[in-house]
């Protein structure tokens, strides 16, 4: 478990912009590398590479609604997904039918949008903010289950004495890419060896 203060201050060991047992005590310098760390962890949660579980969430559909708005306070309550990875209805014999998942141009090309029917084939997924919507074709006609496979997110909300747990080898990846970001605000040299720890703990 590492803490905002804790990544920060690991990272700019890494980058010598602090010495060793030193600490960030400054309130305006811990506002603004909170936030660099916060504005790369957003970036790492809309690129595939860096998300690392899919786990499995499911819905029960409103006859006749579409889309289904989800996200807080939506019609399915689930943090909103960047991308719906998979997709599929339930029947009650707890079998999977595969949702094709559709692009909009695909979806635009349904003459009839309003078509229902107890198992829909088609779903696109549209990732508004701060509500995403899931449009499905034909538009299920009773209260089916959903099955999503979802993105999980590494929280961009991290206060300075907030806590958070990483998946092995993440908190790593996170220290020595952060020294990389803070390298620009502190006008700091990136040495090849902190580039290369960086970039090899994010491939892995």
Do not use: C
């Given at each position: 478990?590492?803490?905002?203060?804790?990544?920060?201050?690991?990272?700019?060991?890494?980058?010598?912009?602090?010495?060793?047992?030193?600490?960030?005590?400054?309130?305006?310098?811990?506002?603004?590398?909170i936030?660099?760390?916060?504005?790369?962890?957003?970036?790492?949660?809309?690129?595939?590479?860096?998300?690392y579980?899919?786990?499995?969430?499911?819905?029960t559909?409103?006859?006749?609604?579409?889309?289904?708005?989800i996200?807080?306070?939506?019609?399915?309550?689930?943090?909103?997904?960047?991308?719906?990875?998979?997709a599929?209805?339930?029947?009650?014999?707890?079998?999977?039918?595969?949702?094709?998942?559709?692009?909009?141009?695909e979806?635009?090309?349904?003459?009839?949008?309003?078509?229902?029917?107890?198992?829909?084939?088609?779903?696109?997924?549209?990732?508004?903010?701060?509500?995403?919507?899931?449009?499905?074709?034909?538009?299920?006609?009773?209260?089916?289950?959903i099955?999503?496979?979802?993105?999980?997110?590494?929280?961009?909300?991290?206060?300075?004495?907030?806590?958070?747990?990483?998946?092995?080898?993440?908190?790593?990846?996170?220290?020595?890419?952060?020294?990389?970001?803070?390298?620009?605000?502190?006008?700091?040299?990136?040495?090849?060896?902190?580039?290369k720890?960086?970039?090899?703990?994010?491939?892995?």
């Amino acid at each position: 478990m590492a803490t905002g203060q804790s990544l920060v201050q690991s990272a700019m060991r890494k980058l010598r912009a602090l010495e060793a047992g030193g600490a960030v005590t400054d309130t305006a310098q811990q506002t603004d590398t909170i936030a660099t760390l916060n504005w790369m962890i957003e970036f790492w949660n809309i690129r595939r590479d860096f998300i690392y579980s899919t786990p499995r969430f499911t819905q029960t559909l409103t006859p006749s609604l579409n889309p289904h708005m989800i996200g807080a306070g939506g019609d399915i309550g689930l943090a909103r997904p960047p991308k719906i990875e998979s997709a599929s209805i339930l029947d009650s014999n707890n079998r999977e039918y595969p949702l094709r998942i559709i692009s909009r141009d695909e979806y635009q090309e349904r003459s009839n949008k309003t078509t229902e029917n107890t198992i829909p084939r088609d779903l696109w997924y549209d990732p508004a903010f701060p509500l995403g919507r899931i449009y499905l074709w034909p538009v299920p006609s009773t209260a089916s289950t959903i099955v999503l496979y979802l993105w999980t997110l590494l929280s961009s909300t991290l206060t300075w004495a907030g806590t958070i747990t990483f998946p092995p080898g993440y908190e790593k990846a996170v220290i020595y890419n952060l020294a990389l970001e803070l390298a620009m605000d502190y006008g700091a040299p990136i040495t090849p060896e902190l580039r290369k720890e960086a970039y090899d703990a994010l491939a892995a």
